[in-house]
């Protein structure tokens, strides 16, 4: 029996996550669509379910966050509809075991304090969690649990596809690291500059948060990546202690189960 069921409303994709107990048994994978209905959401989420010969009607409860208003309800509708149960959403007022140290706590994404839960959770404190999705998102939570907040960044996807439509010869590519980051042919070129780059920007923007979260090593402060191309950046440094391209939906679990 699957006891939760755990949705990621994010830019570019509905990431759903079905747990047995503690632990992630499946997840599925549908682009974000603000023009789809709540019956073409129940239809495509249906149809996954079916697909890994799961019954919606034997879930046990289930737990979203969003960062797309015009998609939230929508999404939340239609797994309410297959699962006869009422989603928690998080937001203002949801438990979560963190504090908000932010200017407009409004302001944070539910996603990114998802992630910082989980990240606290699962790997202690002071964390640094980098998430890369539709953005690169960089949040930073203390030892004691406060969320410090973070910095965004145009996400890998966006930076490449950005290059394409700004230029008039240059080229889509693949989004995979070339041999060496001196381009021997445009296509190298592009992929160095893209993914070398990303690099670049990871490993800066990762010393500058240890510093201000007053780690002298980086022993001090555990790095997470998370997100679609993680284990893509993952790959090109050494900057990660861990990588769990899982997180927001395992935090989502954490969050519900803070507040039965």
Known sequence: MITLLTADVGNSNVTIGAFKGERLAATWRLSTDWRRTTDEYTWLIGGLLSAANLDPSSIGAVAMCSVVPPVTEMVR??????????????????????????????DVGTDRVVDAVAARTKYGGPVIVVDFGTATVFDAVTADGVYRGGALAPGLAMSAEAL???????????LSPP?????????????????YGHVGLVEGMVTRFRA????????????????????????????FDRVNENLTLE????????NQ
């Open 77 to 106: 509708a239609a797994l309410d509809k297959l699962t006869g149960k009422r989603s928690l959403l998080v937001g203002p007022g949801t438990r979560t075991g963190i504090r908000i140290d932010y200017d407009r706590v409004q």
């Open 164 to 174: 394409y439509e700004s230029t008039s010869q240059l080229r889509r590519v693949d």
């Open 179 to 195: 041999e060496t980051a001196i381009g021997r042919n445009t296509t190298a070129a592009i992929q160095s500059g893209l993914i």
């Open 212 to 239: 201000e979260l007053n780690c002298r090593t980086p022993e001090e402060c555990t790095v997470v990546a998370t997100g679609g191309l993680a284990a893509l950046i993952s790959g090109c440094t050494s900057v």
């Open 251 to 258: 935090g989502l679990r954490f969050v519900y189960e803070m």
